[in-house]
C-alpha cells in the first residue's frame, strides 16, 4: 500500500481522536455547570492560592496582562488580580462557571475557551479570541492556572504547559496550582458528578515544568479538605514559575 493510500484513513483516525477528546472535555464542563455554585462552597477558604496569586503581584506592575487558565467562578483569583491593578482575562469551557464570573468579576474579560487551543489557530477559529493564538505569542507578562490542568491527562497537561509558555513574554511568570497525586485520568466522584483528574508527584510536576521550559522558583504545600466533604485532605501544591529564554 502506498503513503497516499494510507494518508487519509491515518488523517481521519487522528481527526476523530481529536474530536473525541473535545467531547469529552465539554462534557467535564457540564459537570462544572451541574455543580453551580456549590463548587464554591466547597472551597471556601483558599490561602494557598491567595499567597500564589498575591506573587503575581507582587512581582508585576499595574496594567500588566495575566490570562487566568480555567478561571472557574473568577474567585478568587481573577478577582485577585483585578482588585490589584492587573489586566485579567480568564478562560473556561463552563458556561456556567463564566457566568458567575462575569457577575463577581466585572473588572475582568472572560470567554469561552478550551485551554488546549491555547497558542494555536484555533484561538481564534474557533473561540473568536485572537490575542489568545499566534499573535499572541510572547506577549503575555503572566498567567494563573489554579486546579485547572489536572482536568486533562498528563499527556495534554504537559501540552497546555508549552502552550502557555508560548503566551508568555521571556520572563513572563506563571502561578500554578495542582493536586498532588500519582494520577493519570482517573475517574473521580464529586459534588454528585464524575470528573477525570491527573496528578503529579512534586517532583515529577517541577521536572515536568523544567522540561515545558520553565524555572520553577518556589513550591509551597497545603494540606486541605475541601468543606462539607467525605473525602481525606488532599495535599495542593503551588508553584511559582518563571518563563525561562
Request: proline content about 6%; aromatic content about 6%; some cysteine.
Amino acid at each position: 500500500m502506498t503513503d497516499e493510500q494510507t494518508a487519509v484513513p491515518v488523517d481521519a483516525e487522528r481527526a476523530s481522536a481529536g474530536e473525541g477528546r473535545r467531547a469529552e472535555r465539554a462534557e467535564q464542563a457540564a459537570a462544572f455547570d451541574a455543580m453551580g455554585e456549590r463548587y464554591q462552597e466547597v472551597f471556601p477558604a483558599r490561602s494557598g492560592q491567595l499567597a500564589c496569586a498575591g506573587w503575581l503581584l507582587e512581582q508585576l506592575p499595574a496594567g500588566a496582562r495575566v490570562l487566568d487558565v480555567g478561571c472557574g467562578a473568577g474567585e478568587p483569583t481573577a478577582g485577585q488580580l483585578a482588585d490589584g491593578g492587573l489586566r485579567v482575562i480568564g478562560v473556561d469551557l463552563s458556561e456556567g462557571m463564566l457566568a458567575q464570573a462575569r457577575k463577581a468579576v466585572p473588572a475582568a474579560e472572560f470567554h469561552r475557551f478550551d485551554v488546549v487551543d491555547l497558542a494555536t489557530g484555533n484561538a481564534e477559529r474557533l473561540w473568536g479570541v485572537p490575542e489568545l493564538g499566534p499573535a499572541g505569542a510572547g506577549t503575555w507578562d503572566g498567567a494563573a492556572a489554579f486546579f485547572s490542568l489536572l482536568m486533562l491527562p498528563r499527556a495534554e497537561i504537559a501540552v497546555a504547559l508549552g502552550r502557555i509558555r508560548e503566551l508568555l513574554r521571556p520572563g513572563g511568570l506563571l502561578a500554578l496550582g495542582m493536586v498532588e497525586a500519582d494520577l493519570d485520568n482517573a475517574p473521580l466522584p464529586f459534588l454528585e458528578q464524575e470528573i477525570r483528574v491527573s496528578g503529579y508527584l512534586r517532583e515529577e510536576l517541577t521536572e515536568l515544568l523544567e522540561r515545558s521550559g520553565f524555572t520553577v522558583e518556589a513550591v509551597d504545600s497545603q494540606s486541605y479538605a475541601p468543606a462539607g466533604s467525605a473525602q481525606p485532605p488532599e495535599t495542593q501544591l503551588y508553584l511559582r514559575c518563571r518563563r525561562t529564554g
